[in-house]
């Protein structure tokens, strides 16, 4: 059977000679150094995948973008990759971002490219990724979803956060505020990281305000600044993290938290940019773009009377949720995958064999400290492995029992695998040291959070923390 052919318009003829290796062979690659040269060549024939390096363009991007139109007219489902700088031409983004294409940032790389196709293009063999020599398991999974910034990427197999991905990327790329909703530990500051790496705002100043952090009267002066005197320790002038920021993004998190008169002047701050420092009358303008999370819905706060109702309507207009990582499985193993390759070389601890026992324990338990608790039970499985394996062995007890804490929304009932109460597995599970551990994923690693849930004093826990030696 011939080989597949992967057509490339490359403006560095390094892409196209180090193609083939980084694709090991299992395609032919033929390259074309100009649009002229590739549109006569596709008038007869029909590539598998077309790989395209814009990274230089002429008059904005606008003939590049009409190339990309025919091409879509043509092949309505040819994988397209495209190449760009950081700095996209705005047609090229918008064209992206609408037209099922992956879309790669920086310097032409053979590897990320081979990756992107690996992705795309059908295969008998397992696709990219942390891939052991001695797995039981057949790995070869379907097609996820990628939205990639400048130093980070959030990839998906599940399509109810397939769908969420796409509409964020469009929102992020346009001058509007964000919610983002989800339990803690799933992935809103990643995210809003990443909505600022993909924005026009990128090279600007991100800033991360945990507003559940700050003790309530100086949530204010956190964000709006205040001038000296304005209270007792305001011994001079300082800066909010709105004026700081410039014509950056603010990630205002656990907004649940705020009172109503900063709720107020938050609404203001959205729908005109004004506000005052803490004891100054002079009106200051924000350039900064807002991005703003909680763990809670915030319906039931404004029923409650806890959240205003214009503040609520107004964040809701560009409401993004985040599935809790029990919610979409299809993703588990592919976290899994990741986390074991990174925290390997970050220990610098060799894994050579990964059974399925391990990945059965993962994907039945419902985690509910969600993406951070996954990849810290990893870390720890990483850290305990003998001779470079990785089995159920390795795991926390409570997570091979199936036994797990309460999530943040009190609403949410867990479903895991349960042992009898009576049995010595149950009792060694739900040892001290695990329920700590469990408030603390819970509460994001708040001390004072979790001292309190737990019903006990902060120097008690410091305490226990050290007796169990956890950090």
Not at 11 to 22: E, S
Not at 48 to 66: N, P, Q, W
Not at 215 to 226: D, M, R, T, V, W
């Amino acid at each position: 059977m011939p080989l597949p052919t992967i057509t490339v318009l490359g403006q560095t003829p390094l892409l196209a000679r180090d193609l083939p290796a980084a694709l090991s062979g299992r395609c032919r690659v033929d390259a074309f150094a100009s649009l002229d040269a590739l549109r006569d060549h596709l008038r007869s024939a029909k590539p598998a995948a077309i790989v395209l390096d814009f990274s230089t363009t002429t008059g904005g991007g606008h003939g590049e973008d009409r190339f990309l139109e025919a091409l879509r007219e043509r092949f309505p489902a040819l994988p397209v990759v495209m190449l760009t700088d950081a700095e996209c031409p705005e047609p090229l983004e918008r064209r992206a971002a609408c037209g099922r294409i992956v879309h790669l940032r920086g310097p032409a790389d053979a590897d990320a490219v081979a990756e992107a196709l690996s992705r795309e293009l059908p295969s008998d063999e397992p696709r990219g990724g942390f891939t052991p020599p001695a797995m039981a398991r057949d790995e070869r999974l379907e097609s996820g979803t990628i939205l990639r910034g400048i130093t980070r990427q959030f990839e998906t197999h599940s399509l109810q956060l397939k769908r969420m991905l796409a509409d964020l990327e469009i929102a992020a790329r346009h001058d509007v505020t964000i919610l983002l909703i989800g339990e803690t530990g799933s992935g809103k500051t990643f995210l809003s990281k990443l909505i600022h790496e993909v924005s026009p705002r990128r090279d600007e100043p991100f800033l991360h305000v945990a507003c559940g952090a700050l003790p309530n009267e100086l949530i204010e002066s956190e964000l709006f600044g205040h001038v000296k005197g304005a209270f007792t320790s305001a011994h001079a002038d300082k800066q909010g993290k709105f004026l700081v920021a410039g014509k950056g993004t603010v990630l205002l998190d656990e907004i649940d938290v705020l009172g109503t008169e900063q709720q107020v002047k938050l609404l203001r701050v959205i729908e005109t940019g004004e506000f005052e420092a803490v004891g100054s009358n002079e009106t200051v303008q924000s350039r900064a773009r807002l991005v703003v999370a909680s763990n809670l819905d915030l319906q039931p706060l404004v029923e409650q009377g806890r959240f205003r109702p214009d503040l609520y309507y107004r964040l809701n207009m560009l409401k993004f949720e985040i599935p809790p990582l029990r919610a979409r499985k299809a993703d588990i193993q592919p976290l899994a995958r990741k986390f074991i390759r990174q925290l390997a070389e970050k220990h610098r601890v060799e894994i050579t064999q990964v059974f399925d026992e391990m990945y059965d324990a993962l994907l039945s338990y419902p985690w509910p400290g969600n993406v951070r608790e996954l990849e810290n039970v990893i870390q720890r499985a990483v850290i305990y492995s003998r001779d470079g394996v990785l089995s159920a062995k390795e795991l926390p007890e409570h997570v091979v029992a199936g036994i797990a804490g309460p999530v943040n929304d009190p609403t949410v009932q867990l479903s895991g695998r349960r042992v009898d109460p009576a049995s010595l597995g149950a009792q060694i599970a739900l040892t001290e040291r695990e329920i700590i551990e469990q408030a603390l994923f819970k509460n994001s690693f708040s001390k004072t959070r979790t001292a309190r849930e737990l019903g006990i004093s902060r120097v008690t826990l410091y305490n226990k923390l050290k007796k169990y030696g956890m950090k």
